[in-house]
């Protein structure tokens, strides 16, 4: 109650405008992953400042979108020849989200135009892949094997009716990160929607980083990857030998 009152003090900047803005934020900026991190829920809130301070009689539509950084994602399509599965072809995506999460007022179909739904990237089906095989019929096969991998990793999400909406001024969403999301730079993009158009948008940033002990191991990696590979060697040949040592003790006994 008290965030929606906080809100609501956004009231008196609205003298003036001459069209509806979004005032947008975030309940984390920063996600720290550690060992224990089995995952969080970001709350998405904000305030539509209307021109003159009128809320029109009419409903407004909300979109919001959390997208992650982009990868290069190389996808390979396998076929059973001679009783043996092989890999038959492959496609290379440039520009692929690592992370996209939608959650709308109303189904995405219902709120806007098809064209502005493409331009905005809003809905997953409307996410610009970019391959790289030039095919219009392969490409849209393998687009959906991409698409089908990360909704099944957890990575990509859309859920209608997932942003409340109160007075016609102030909204709310929430969205799941998932315990294995990929780290690095992503952004909370809120769209206003009147007429099947998007008339206002704003954007946060939001930064999700290894910490502790999960942040050392990553950038010895990434530091000293010769040093870190054989490190990783030695320790698989010790815990190894230690499983072997505590095995043959068992059975003399």
């Given at each position: ?6 809100l609501?003090?956004f ?9 509806p ?15 224990s991190?089995?995952g969080?829920?970001l ?31 190389l996808i ?19 520009s692929?989200p ?5 959650a709308a007022?109303?189904p ?19 996410l ?10 392969d490409?849209?096969a393998?687009e959906?094997?991409v698409?089908?991998?990360?909704r099944r990793g ?9 942003v409340?909406i109160r007075?016609?001024v102030l ?9 294995r ?10 769209f ?19 910490s502790?002990f999960?942040?050392?191991v ?21 815990l ?7 095995f ?6």
């Amino acid at each position: 109650m008290r965030g929606w009152l906080g809100l609501l003090c956004f009231t008196p900047l609205l003298m003036g405008a001459e069209a509806p803005r979004l005032v947008p934020d975030v309940s984390q900026n920063k996600i720290d992953i550690i060992y224990s991190f089995t995952g969080a829920e970001l709350l998405l809130f904000g305030a539509i400042l209307y021109p003159g301070g009128k809320v029109p009689s009419r409903h407004p539509e909300i979109a919001v979108v959390i997208k992650g950084p982009s990868e290069a994602v190389l996808i390979r399509q396998k076929r059973k020849i001679a009783g043996m599965w092989i890999n038959a072809a492959s496609a290379d995506f440039r520009s692929v989200p690592s992370f996209y999460a939608l959650a709308a007022s109303r189904p995405i179909a219902q709120i806007v135009k098809d064209r502005t739904a493409v331009i905005y990237e809003l809905g997953i089906d409307n996410l610009q892949l970019s391959p790289a095989s030039g095919d219009p019929a392969d490409d849209r096969a393998f687009e959906d094997g991409v698409v089908d991998l990360k909704r099944r990793g957890g990575y990509y999400s859309e859920t209608a009716n997932g942003v409340e909406i109160r007075e016609g001024v102030l909204y709310r969403a929430r969205i799941a990160i998932p315990a294995r999301v990929p780290v690095g730079k992503y952004t909370a993009e809120t769209f206003l929607i009147e007429n099947g158009r998007v008339v206002a948008a704003a954007t946060r940033d939001i930064d999700i980083a290894k910490s502790g002990f999960e942040a050392y191991v990553a950038r010895s990696a990434e530091r000293n990857s010769f040093l870190y590979g054989l490190g990783a060697v030695a320790l698989s040949l010790v815990l190894g030998w230690l499983a072997s040592a505590a095995f043959r003790r068992l059975s003399e006994r």
